[in-house]
């Protein structure tokens, strides 16, 4: 979610990294003060003021009958981060993995491990903390010997470790961490201490079993819908059906209040909801409210209007004639256009996505006779949300305590987003009952409320000179980016990182470049979502090129290469998926009984590189991708086989979002309420996903995210080889498709 770009525009990484001091005084700081009461007078290492991630006490856990808990600085989404900390921990803490319960931490300032601030997302988790967590387990080792040497008598040089016990080899004797730990937290850690050098590393870049498997495997895992407290209400909740509409009356409402199991019935901003002593009981109930909601604004797109459409938003983004800001230039745009000896142009867009996770949002919210404030959601920034969650509740932030599930559910959905998440809901209804309250969203309400991808739009424009070759790229992107809606406090400059990544700074020797975004602010409620702006962005620029190359009468592959010259690591990879697709062919070309073609595609996200193949066929008018051939280069990683996981799932998103994913927006309303009309990969259509990590020893870069952004311009390019048509509005499905 963060990758490296120049300094004309800040990159996310740069912006995270600046963003700690806005964030801290936002929602961090008063943390530090609830750590700080909650833990008490502070001994040993903690009465240090630790950089974050230093504290042993902090992060482990460790109980005499050998088991380790580690308080992880991130929220497990099935992103395998909870295996890839025990690794890391454990190399170094001389633990083997499968010996750690990995649970996410509570708030706190020692869990701000990301640039000084704490989150789970943007492919960020391992890269930022690996040489922390590192670090830290290497200090635990420490700790753990000098309080055996203590206690044996022994100099520290003479005792060495193994899977959780500290050795005396000389006398044969042996103490495990656990009958150590009460007096080695208590001990000043070592300021520096050495690592264990990566040619004899045991677990990291291991295919280490996943460690939350086993339960996933047999009902046991613990999501937020599964939680319980006792005495608790349950409430569902009918939204107003355009945002930013509230309820102005109830016409049955006394007859509602008296159906089975009601306990009461209650307005909040933008909705209603019932509380009942069942969540089905709540929800038959909220949908037999008859509600008058306040009447929208006609037209306009500064709030939803009454006559907002997905189709009328991107006319006003297409309509814009402010010139914006520029996010890269590079040499003499506009001397190059004025001698080329041809010119493409291009208009693309994308649509509004939802996140349409498996698990609906939840929350529970419970008020406690001292006055604080008890909160169970999914999120993934446990400090921002305890600080939205006290202001909700009108306490100090020292009052609340937030409680983090695994997600059910993850890339970008866990954020704030103001109205589109439960939590808010559940601690006004738990002050309003006095009671234990746990919301639970239908999967309608889900989709009328989730906080979805931004419609986006970029026209393009190359040069080419007489021998076909781009001597220019000029990208005009108008939109809004998440981090320009929920970040501008912290923006240096007006260009939103979040909507030109993935066409700024690409490795393709251009000579000229220059790329402008234009902010047209969204009336409904944006968000993340996975590989966020690269997810449409790298679509957009890396279908162009295949358009360059035809205009230019060059092979796809061929052209990437020669403009790929002086990077080793891009041409690397582009030889790598050439050999595993068997080699290079663009097609169309018969393969079993039918024709098919293949599309490139490169992209550069979130630190990683990616090069992608994808093999096409047309059936029925649709587009049917039968192979995905994936070279990824993360630099470094933890575990190949999450690694690889992770590129796969990521891959079959991708191909989801580009073949059918779409929100639409007609007269203000969403007009997809399920499933059924919000059409997501099935399984007939996933094709088989081969991926290759290459290593290029490049610092370490994200995983999560970076197998997505390849896929789609690879299957359009592969579409345009064989149907001789270029699709740049998504998704495919708008498209009937019929093979040359």
Request: charged residues 20%; aromatic residues 6%; neutral net charge.
């Amino acid at each position: 979610m963060h990758p490296l770009l120049r300094p004309a525009v800040p990159s996310r990484r740069g912006f995270l990294a600046g963003a700690g001091g806005a964030l801290v005084l936002g929602a961090l700081l008063p943390a530090r003060t609830v750590r700080a009461e909650a833990q008490g007078p502070a001994e040993g290492a903690g009465a240090l003021a630790p950089k974050p991630g230093t504290r042993v006490a902090a992060f482990l856990e460790i109980h005499p009958d050998g088991t380790i808990k580690l308080l992880s600085p991130f929220v497990e989404g099935g992103q395998g981060i909870a295996t890839g900390m025990a690794q890391i921990v454990g190399e170094e803490f001389d633990v083997p993995p499968s010996r750690f319960v990995v649970e996410c931490a509570p708030p706190g300032p020692d869990y701000a491990v990301v640039n000084g601030i704490r989150m789970t997302g943007g492919s960020f988790s391992t890269r930022s903390s690996y040489e922390i967590m590192r670090r830290l387990g290497a200090t635990a080792r420490d700790l753990m010997i000098r309080a055996a040497a203590a206690k044996l008598k022994v100099q520290d040089g003479e005792l060495t470790t193994r899977d959780g016990v500290v050795l005396h080899a000389a006398s044969n004797r042996s103490l495990a961490y656990g009958d150590l730990a009460a007096d080695a937290l208590k001990l000043k850690p070592n300021e520096s201490v050495s690592l264990r050098d990566p040619a004899t590393f045991r677990y990291i870049r291991q295919p280490v079993p996943r460690l939350d498997v086993r339960d996933k495997s047999t009902g046991r895992a613990i999501y937020a819908i599964d939680h319980k407290v006792e005495g608790m209400l349950y409430a569902a909740v009918q939204h107003a059906p355009r945002l930013g509409t509230e309820p102005t009356s109830l016409a049955n409402e006394a007859e509602v209040r008296a159906m089975p199991g009601v306990h009461s019935v209650h307005r909040l901003p933008g909705a209603v909801s019932v509380a009942a002593d069942s969540w089905w009981r709540a929800r038959k109930a909220v949908e037999a409210l008859k509600v008058e909601w306040s009447t929208p604004k006609p037209s306009g797109i500064d709030t939803v209007a009454a006559d907002f459409s997905s189709d009328g938003m991107l006319a006003v983004l297409k309509a814009s004639t402010d010139p914006g800001h520029v996010a890269e230039e590079q040499g003499d745009v506009a001397a190059a256009f004025a001698k080329a000896a041809k010119v493409v142009e291009a208009d693309y867009e994308a649509p509004y996505l939802a996140h349409a996770q498996l698990e609906p949002p939840s929350a529970i919210a419970r008020f406690d006779s001292d006055g604080t404030l008890d909160v169970w959601l999914p999120n993934q920034m446990p400090e921002v949300f305890q600080a939205v969650s006290a202001k909700v509740a009108g306490l100090q932030p020292a009052q609340v305590r937030i409680h983090s599930p695994m997600l059910g559910g993850f890339f970008g959905r866990h954020f704030t987003y103001e109205a589109g998440n439960p939590f808010p809901q559940a601690i006004l209804l738990a002050k309003a009952t006095g009671r234990a309250v746990k919301v639970l969203w239908s999967r309608e309400e889900e989709f009328a409320r989730d906080a979805v991808r931004p419609l986006s739009f970029s026209r393009f424009r190359a040069a080419l000179d007489t021998a076909g070759q781009p001597t220019a790229i000029e990208v005009r992107t108008v939109g809004e980016g998440p981090i320009g809606r929920y970040f501008s406090m912290m923006m240096q400059t007006p260009v939103d990182p979040s909507a030109v990544e993935g066409i700024v700074e690409k490795p393709y020797a251009v000579p000229n470049r220059r790329m402008t975004f234009t902010k047209v602010a969204h009336p409904v409620n944006i968000a993340f979502w996975r590989s966020v702006g690269h997810s449409m962005n790298d679509a957009f620029y890396e279908s162009f090129l295949d358009e360059v190359a035809q205009a230019g009468g060059h092979d796809p592959f061929a052209l990437r290469m020669a403009l790929l010259q002086g990077s080793a690591r891009h041409r690397t990879l582009l030889s790598t998926v050439a050999e595993m697709s068997g080699g290079w062919q663009r097609g169309p070309y018969r393969a079993e009984g039918g024709l098919r073609a293949r599309g490139l595609a490169m992209a550069s996200p979130f630190g990683s590189e990616t090069a992608t193949i994808a093999e096409v066929s047309v059936e029925g008018g649709e587009a049917r991708v039968h192979n995905l051939w994936i070279a990824f280069d993360p630099g470094s990683i933890v575990n190949p086989a999450i690694v690889k996981a992770q590129v796969e799932s990521a891959a079959a998103l991708g191909l989801s979002s580009v073949l059918f994913e779409q929100i639409v927006y007609r007269d203000g309303v969403r007009q997809s309420q399920n499933y059924d009309t919000y059409p997501v990969l099935r399984r007939e259509h996933m094709p088989k996903v081969h991926v290759r990590i290459v290593e290029s020893g490049a610092p370490m870069g994200g995983v999560g995210e970076p197998g997505l952004p390849g896929v789609p311009p690879a299957v359009l390019n592969a579409i345009a080889a064989l149907t001789g048509r270029r699709i740049r509005a998504l998704p495919v499905a708008n498209s009937k498709l019929s093979a040359v």
